[in-house]
């Protein structure tokens, strides 16, 4: 059975940073692009980072650009997205996703999903 587990939400002050991750069982995670999705109230959910089967190459949301990094460890079938400078518009739950090895900015072709984690920025 698939599992995505995100973990390392919670509350941080503005400017902040954090570190989410997302573990991963019940498929081969090395073939799967990874996505970090989130979904502030009201609005419409976006992805904000994704990263190739491969890890060589990385897509991030103008929204998040040079505030944050994905990365991943096959061997501990975890991806990780660490935030910096946080600001209020960061405040959401987020989401990991694994989807098509190399169309990872194809939000359609992503087939497992966590359960999504709150972050919270306090100003």
């Not at 502030?40 to 994704?50: D, N, T, V, Y």
């Not at 990991?96 to 992503?110: E, L, N, S, V």
Request: proline content about 2%.
């Amino acid at each position: 059975q698939v599992h995505l587990v995100e973990s390392g939400g919670g509350l941080v002050q503005a400017g902040g940073s954090l570190r989410l991750s997302c573990v991963a069982s019940g498929f081969t995670f090395s073939r799967y692009g990874m996505g970090w999705f989130r979904q502030a109230p009201g609005k419409e959910r976006e992805l904000i980072a994704a990263i190739k089967w491969s890890g060589g190459d990385t897509y991030y949301a103008d929204s998040v650009k040079d505030r944050c990094t994905i990365s991943r460890d096959d061997a501990e079938n975890t991806v990780y997205l660490r935030m910096y400078s946080l600001i209020s518009d960061d405040t959401a739950v987020y989401y990991c996703a694994a989807g098509h090895p190399f169309q990872i900015t194809d939000t359609k072709r992503y087939e497992h999903w966590g359960q999504g984690t709150q972050v919270t920025v306090s100003s």
